[in-house]
């Protein structure tokens, strides 16, 4: 499975538009691009999923550029409810082993 | 869409002994998975939930430790096996649809052993 690299910590501002670029630099021609949230004391939430341009849903945009080798997901104007571990996965889809391989995330601190 | 149910959702346990955790879904799903997750860091899959048949584990992690079981698409359990305080972790349960690649996650098992 492609390995992935994000920052470890980001700090934003309510209101502001915060984007989170992962690499993914092996990622093979089978794997899509999917992203997670996870707040303290929860599971994992699914927030996105693209396999290349721009894929858009009513949380973020996920942008991937043609070679595919980074993604950057956009959250538009975070409030403070968005502080949270953001993950960045590569995988293929459910129905080829669906088995996820979470990196490091990206811990996203938003102050009023 | 999923949801997911464990029990329990924490236990102290003293070292030695074993602890099973039940995860629920609330519908028929193709895939299940166990994780752990270590106070700060990220998850680490322990193993796939297969039905009806023997799971898959990930490297470093062995049957005879964290014996699992599904006996049907929507239950599974884990087992820690002979714990120590090294085990103490939170323990997540995931399950997911063939359709798609996003998988529905419960809200955790925190272990403590003493």
């Known amino acids: 499975l492609a390995k992935t690299t994000q920052p470890i910590s980001m700090d934003s501002y309510e209101g502001q538009e915060v984007n989170i670029t992962c690499s993914h630099n092996?990622?093979?021609?089978?794997?899509?691009i999917t992203w997670y949230q996870q707040f303290p004391s929860q599971g994992p939430r699914f927030i996105i999923q693209g396999y290349k341009t721009k894929v858009t849903n009513e949380v973020a945009s996920l942008f991937i550029p043609a070679d595919r080798k980074s993604s950057t997901l956009s959250l538009p104007r975070v409030s403070l409810s968005d502080t949270a571990v953001y993950y960045c996965?590569?995988?293929?889809?459910?129905?080829?082993?669906?088995?996820?391989?979470f990196g490091q995330g990206t811990e996203l601190s938003v102050k009023p | 869409s999923a949801v997911i149910s464990q029990k329990p959702s924490r236990d102290i346990c003293q070292r030695g002994t074993s602890l099973t955790i039940q995860c629920q879904v609330d519908s028929q799903v193709t895939m299940m998975f166990w994780y752990r997750q270590q106070p700060g860091q990220s998850l680490t899959l322990i193993a796939t939930a297969n039905q009806g048949s023997e799971a898959t584990y990930e490297s470093g992690f062995v049957i005879d430790k964290f014996p699992i079981s599904r006996p049907n698409l929507t239950f599974s359990t884990l087992t820690v096996s002979n714990m120590s305080p090294e085990d103490s972790s939170i323990y997540l349960c995931?399950?997911?649809?063939?359709?798609?690649?996003?998988?529905?996650f419960g809200p955790g098992t925190r272990l403590t052993v003493l």
């Open positions: 995931s399950a997911g649809l063939a359709e798609n690649n996003e998988q529905f």
């Open positions: 996965l590569v995988a293929p889809n459910q129905n080829q082993g669906g088995k996820l391989i």
């Open positions: 092996n990622i093979a021609t089978n794997d899509y």
